[in-house]
């Protein structure tokens, strides 16, 4: 089965740091782009940064120049570095996997379960 495990999550202050592990199971890890998500509370969900099988990686606007995705295939695990964090950025933050080695944009196959991020002002 396809497992998604998102982590690192917690509170920080404004203008802190936080890395996000995204731990990935389940099938061929470079076939697949992977994407981290964010919801907060009374929001749709928006899409914050992609990275694709080979290691490009595209950013929300909010995000770019603050946020950092990169991959390792050797433990199956992406990362969101995030760094400059103001309190829009508090979510809950997913990973997920699409069926193609591109960000297409198109619809997320696997989904993990999210972690909380808090920025406090």
């Known amino acids: 089965d396809v497992q998604l495990q998102a982590s690192g999550g917690g509170l920080v202050q404004a203008g802190g740091s936080l890395r996000l592990s995204c731990a990935a199971s389940g099938f061929t890890f470079d076939d697949y782009s992977i994407g981290w998500f964010r919801q907060a509370p009374g929001k749709e969900r928006e899409g914050v940064s992609c990275i694709s099988g080979i290691g490009d990686t595209y950013y929300a606007d909010s995000v770019g120049g603050r946020f950092t995705m990169s991959r390792d295939s050797a433990k199956a695990t992406v990362y969101l570095q995030m760094h400059s964090l103001k309190p829009e950025d508090a979510a809950v933050y997913y990973c997920?996997?699409?069926?193609?080695?591109?960000?297409?944009?198109?619809?997320?196959?696997?989904w993990g379960k999210g972690t909380q991020v808090t920025v406090s002002s």
């Open positions: 997920a996997s699409e069926d193609s080695p591109d960000c297409s944009g198109g619809a997320m196959a696997h």
